[in-house]
Each structure stands twice: as structure tokens, then as C-alpha cells.
């Protein structure tokens, strides 16, 4: 898919061939063994991945997923699509991402700190503040990168909080990181709105996936008025017409660890969920959930796509034909993540903090600038608004690299 977006792209900019395979090919893969104890005395070994796409406009940057579909080709994809990420942001990075295939539900806490110290240790020499900084994804959160950050300083010999992003705030993370990504797609999706002159108060919200990117965005856009009709997670979802009480659903989230179960609202099944008519549908999970079987019967007004890879080409061309569907294409849409991980390594370089309201301004004012280019050149050059995104992220790094020339 990610491949495939790129042709589309270098084919409209007439990229020349020799360029294209420069910007394509990632710069490093890496693969490890990440051996462990189990809890029982038992030795299990899983596979870690890290994809540095390309290192021209400075250090790599992209989260870590702990889930049991990571591998090496998922992984390269989505450190392609940060490359673009940072550039439509004109954040300083190149992209990255990386991961252990593992599912992390089926870990004791003790196992799962043991994966990411090993992992960690593993690819040692291939992070750092100047070099690879990661991140929080599916899977890890604010303790995975605690951990990490340790395992990093405790090999250097001294504190690195700017080696990982996304870390509680005590040991310097950034206050607003965890809302960042979710808080991202609020703020887009009543942009949109404005564009489509829809009234956030009449309007109504599904959001497949209520991790943290799926449950800050439903609660974000509830807060602009916006009705929130139906969530899902892995396991199932819950549609209520009349509006779901986000607060008791977030609750029974925490006690249950799911949504299955619910009391306040009927069940539905993904794929349902992905069909109901709504103003805002927000696929906040997986890769590939809108596809070519499902993209002609979608009935929303605002696709914002709070996921990586969402909605597949096939879909991309079914929708294309659909104008009265306003795409916030995932590099855009979920960009808030990254921007405000990029302002927590500032602030770790700096050992200079901020608050909460400088740190929002800052993400909203970085997000205004980019929907704005990305919505002008869409209508100015004719294109939907996806490949508007692309062309504004791979034109940058395109040119940052014909500046840089080649070495030797
Ligand atoms: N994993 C997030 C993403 O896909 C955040 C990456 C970061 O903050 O570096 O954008």
C-alpha cells in the first residue's frame, strides 16, 4: 500500500526513476532475536523489528508496536508513511517505526518489561536522541518507553530522557503526548466541518478502535458537541442513536479491559460499525479496514482516519468518485501524535518544560498550517486530499536530498 501511494505520487511529480528507488528503499532494517523468561522458568524468543526509512532531514522518528501481526513489511510501511508524517509537518525527521510480534494481552508486566529491556538492548546502537528516537504505538505506552528510556541511560551511564518520546511526565515526558494524537483528530475533524459548513452540534461520530487514539478523539469531538453513536475495539462494538455516555464506556473500559459487554448501547459487530451513516466515521485501529468490498458503502460525510493506513488504494479509488466523502488522509489526521512526541524531545534537549497550554497552541497552530496546505493544493491542482498530503511530505524529503546531493 505504501508502495503503491509512492508510484501514484512520483508518477503526478515525474519523479525520475533513479530518485524514486532513493526514496523509497528504506536506509536500515534491523531484525533481532528478543529471547526471555517466562514467568514459568519456560524460554520464549520473538522477533524485533526497527526500519529507519531515510535519515536526510535529520534523526529517525516512529513508534513501537508490540502486536502479534508486526512484521518486517508492516513495519516498513509505516516508517515510510512517518517519513511523510514528519515532512507534511515539517518536523526534523525522517521516519521510523518498529516493533516486537508479540501479543502483549497474553504478557505478565514482568514479561512485558523483560521484551522491551531485551529489544531495547537488542537495537542499542541503532537509537538515541541523535539518531532513532522512539515512540509509543499499538501495544506500548508511557511504561514501555519508561523502560526503554532506562535501558538506554543505564548503558550510557546516565539519563537520555530524549532518547524515547511518549514517557510519563515525570521522568520528561510532555504534558499533552498522551491526548496528542487523539486530541490531533478532534481539532481536523471540526476543521472539516467548518469546510463542509456541517454544525458540530447536529453532527454524530463513529470511531472504530477506543485505544488511546480512538477514546482522546471520541472525547475530543464530544467536546466540540459532536455525538458520539458507536465505538469498537478488537473485540466488538457498541451503537446507542441517541449518543453513547462516553464517561461510563471509558470506565467500563478500565475495569474490563474491552467494550465487549457494555451496558449502554446495542452490539455491533466492525464491520457494521464501518457502515452506519454518521457525519464523522474515525477508523482508529488497524491498517486495511476500509477496502474495495466495503469503500462504496461507508456513509459518512468526514472520513478522519485516526489509524495508519486505514483505508486501502482499492478503496482510495472508490472513494475518489464519492465527493460528498471529505478524507483526513492519516498522515494529517494522526500527525498530532508526532508533533507533540517532536516537542518532548526539544524540551528534553533543552531540559526546558512547558505547559499544557503552549504545548496544545503549538500542536494546533503546526496542524492549522498543514490541513491549510493540504486542502489548498487539493483544490488548486485537482487531487484528493490524500494525495495532496503525499505530495506536500515526498516533495520535501525529494528535494532535501537532491540538496544534500549524494556521497561520496
Ligand atoms: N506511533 C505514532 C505514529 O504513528 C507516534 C510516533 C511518534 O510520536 O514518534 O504517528
Same mark, same amino acid.
Given at each position: 500500500m505504501a508502495c503503491q501511494q509512492f508510484d501514484l505520487v512520483a508518477d503526478y511529480l515525474q519523479i525520475p526513476t533513479d530518485d524514486r528507488e532513493r526514496l523509497k528503499v528504506p536506509k536500515r532494517s534491523l531484525t533481532v532475536a528478543v529471547p526471555i523468561h517466562r514467568d514459568d522458568g519456560s524460554t520464549q524468543v520473538f522477533q524485533g523489528y526497527r526500519v529507519q526509512h531515510h535519515l536526510s532531514l535529520g534523526p529517525t522518528k516512529g513508534g513501537m508496536r508490540f502486536h502479534p501481526d508486526v512484521e518486517l513489511g508492516e513495519v516498513a510501511a509505516l516508517a515510510m508513511w512517518m517519513s511523510w508524517k514528519c515532512a507534511l509537518t515539517n518536523l526534523p525527521y525522517g521516519g521510523a517505526k518498529g516493533g516486537v510480534n508479540c501479543d502483549p494481552r497474553k504478557l505478565s508486566v514482568t514479561e512485558l518489561e523483560r521484551v522491551t529491556r531485551r529489544f531495547t538492548q537488542e537495537i542499542i546502537s541503532?537509537?538515541?536522541? *541523535? &539518531?532513532?528516537?522512539?515512540?509509543?504505538?499499538?501495544?506500548?505506552?508511557?511504561?514501555?518507553?519508561?523502560?526503554?528510556?532506562?535501558?538506554?541511560?543505564?548503558?550510557?551511564?546516565?539519563?537520555?530522557?530524549?532518547? &524515547?518520546?511518549? $514517557?510519563? &511526565?515525570?521522568?520528561?515526558?510532555?504534558?499533552?503526548?498522551?491526548?496528542?494524537?487523539?486530541?490531533? &483528530?478532534?481539532?481536523?475533524?471540526?476543521?472539516?466541518?467548518?469546510?463542509?459548513?456541517?454544525?458540530?452540534? $447536529?453532527?454524530?461520530?463513529?470511531? *472504530?478502535?477506543?485505544?488511546?487514539?480512538?477514546?482522546?478523539?471520541?472525547?475530543?469531538?464530544?467536546?466540540?458537541?459532536? $455525538?458520539?453513536?458507536?465505538?469498537?475495539?478488537?473485540?466488538?462494538?457498541?451503537?446507542?442513536?441517541?449518543?453513547?455516555?462516553?464517561?461510563?464506556?471509558?470506565?467500563?473500559?478500565?475495569?474490563?479491559?474491552?467494550?465487549?459487554?457494555?451496558?449502554?448501547?446495542? %452490539?455491533?459487530?466492525?464491520?457494521?460499525?464501518?457502515? %452506519?451513516?454518521?457525519?464523522?466515521?474515525?477508523?482508529?485501529?488497524?491498517?486495511? *479496514?476500509?477496502?474495495?468490498?466495503?469503500?462504496?458503502k461507508i456513509k459518512c460525510r468526514i472520513l478522519a482516519e485516526g489509524a495508519n493506513g486505514p483505508t486501502t488504494p482499492e478503496a482510495d479509488k472508490i472513494i475518489d468518485q464519492r465527493e460528498e466523502i471529505f478524507v483526513i488522509p492519516d498522515i494529517l489526521c494522526n500527525s498530532g501524535g508526532v508533533v507533540v512526541s517532536y516537542f518532548e524531545w526539544v524540551q528534553d534537549l533543552q531540559s526546558f518544560f512547558w505547559n499544557e497550554s503552549e504545548v496544545v497552541d503549538k500542536l494546533f497552530r503546526i496542524l492549522?498550517?498543514?490541513?491549510?496546505?493540504?486542502?489548498?493544493?487539493?483544490?488548486k491542482n485537482k487531487v484528493s486530499m490524500r494525495t495532496a498530503a503525499l505530495i506536500l511530505g515526498i516533495q520535501r524529503v525529494h528535494q532535501a536530498k537532491k540538496m544534500r546531493g549524494l556521497f561520496p
Open positions: 541503532f537509537i538515541g536522541p *541523535q &539518531v532513532d528516537i522512539p515512540a509509543p504505538d499499538m501495544g506500548t505506552n508511557e511504561q514501555t518507553m519508561a523502560w526503554m528510556m532506562d535501558t538506554y541511560s543505564v548503558h550510557m551511564g546516565y539519563s537520555v530522557p530524549g532518547v &524515547v518520546t511518549g $514517557k510519563p &511526565v515525570l521522568l520528561g515526558g510532555s504534558v499533552g503526548r498522551r491526548e496528542a494524537t487523539g486530541r490531533g &483528530v478532534g481539532y481536523l475533524a471540526n476543521r472539516a466541518m467548518d469546510v463542509l459548513g456541517l454544525e458540530s452540534s $447536529k453532527a454524530t461520530a463513529v470511531v *472504530q478502535g477506543f485505544g488511546n487514539v480512538g477514546s482522546v478523539a471520541a472525547f475530543s469531538l464530544a467536546r466540540f458537541g459532536v $455525538k458520539i453513536i458507536a465505538v469498537s475495539d478488537a473485540f466488538g462494538g457498541v451503537y446507542n442513536q441517541a449518543g453513547l455516555d462516553l464517561i461510563a464506556l471509558d470506565k467500563y473500559v478500565t475495569a474490563n479491559r474491552s467494550i465487549a459487554g457494555f451496558p449502554g448501547g446495542d %452490539l455491533i459487530s466492525n464491520e457494521q460499525l464501518l457502515e %452506519l451513516q454518521c457525519d464523522i466515521l474515525v477508523p482508529a485501529a488497524m491498517e486495511r *479496514q476500509i477496502t474495495g468490498a466495503n469503500a462504496a492549522e498550517n498543514a490541513f491549510t496546505q493540504t486542502l489548498t493544493l487539493s483544490r
